[in-house]
């Protein structure tokens, strides 16, 4: 069993920053690519932000130039960083990741962590 929980939210003003982390924890397992969704009230759960092993990166149109995604493999954590917040970005994020555990390719879900901006 693989368990991710993430860290990091809270409530911001717009045009501020925030950073979110996301730990893995298990025994015996990998992590391929490893990424940020996030849920707004009444909306669809949307990508924000991957990276693979390799190290390759892609974010959604609308935090491309605000929001850096990036990986610390040697602690199994995965970050984002949040930069020029607006409203809109209002949402729990949820860290998301394929994982070979046991040799056999999974995907686990955080629990989330609530971010707020206020206008």
């Known amino acids: 069993q693989v368990q991710l929980v993430e860290s990091g939210g809270g409530l911001v003003q717009a045009g501020g920053s925030l950073r979110l982390s996301c730990v893995a924890s298990?025994?015996?397992?990998?992590?391929?690519?490893i990424g940020w969704y996030r849920q707004a009230p009444g909306k669809q759960r949307e990508r924000v932000a991957r990276?693979?092993?390799?190290?390759?990166?892609n974010y959604a149109y609308s935090v491309k130039g605000r929001f850096t995604i990036s990986r610390d493999n040697a602690k199994n954590t995965v970050y984002l960083q949040m930069n020029s917040l607006k409203p809109e970005d209002t949402a729990v994020y949820y860290c998301?990741?394929?994982?070979?555990?046991?040799?056999?390719?999974?995907?686990?879900w955080g629990q989330g962590t609530q971010v707020t901006v206020s206008s």
């Open positions: 998301n990741a394929d994982v070979y555990y046991g040799g056999i390719p999974n995907n686990y």
């Open positions: 298990g025994s015996s397992f990998s992590i391929n690519a």
């Open positions: 990276i693979t092993n390799g190290g390759t990166t």
